[in-house]
């Protein structure tokens, strides 16, 4: 059980170690906005929750409810979600105190950008998964899970340091939206949608 759970964590850090960049840009686009660690932690389990499910029901033959070729797809929602956010800097300019309050982060935003960033996960998940038992299965659920709340803490910490805050704070307006659709293109590029 201690090698599947060794095994686990290291699985999770290779796989969502993007995860934490993404998350710090969550806790900066909140900050001063009451609720917003709940609502990451929320959108992050749920987000994280989907890709789980995703990759057991592949595990278990359910391979009719996601075909290996919808994975790339799941790059949409990131860039989307990014040229949103674009958009609203273009319109609203440089007045981004302005527009943080008309920003607040979503649990369901925050779950979306998880899942599709997590898209690839799926095809690495599946392939561990069929190779182990039923028991290092359930370990690699709960240490996955574990480490959630982990990746939550640790992007609040670093967004809360204070050079780092100050430069989140200062260019999260053009990050956010920059790394989403970044996330968004390679997760299509490298699954080669479109037939890209």
Known sequence: MLSSALQAVVLFLVTNIDDIIVLSLFFARGV????TTAKIVVGQYLGFGGILLASLAVTFGARL???DDAIPYFGLIPLLL????AWQ???NGDDDDDTLAD???SALAVAAVTFANGGDNIGVYVPVFLAVDTGALVTFCVVFLVLVAVFVLTA???ATRTPI????????????PLVLIGLGLVILVEGGAFGV
Do not use: Y
């Not at 805050?165 to 956010?176: C, Q």
């Open 32 to 35: 001063g906005q009451r609720g």
């Open 82 to 85: 990014g040229a949103f956010a």
């Open 103 to 105: 920003r607040p982060v």
């Open 165 to 176: 805050a100050e430069v989140l704070e200062r260019w999260e307006h053009i990050l956010f």
């Open 89 to 91: 800097v273009w319109r």
């Open 65 to 67: 409810f996601l075909p």
């Open 156 to 158: 609040g910490f670093v």
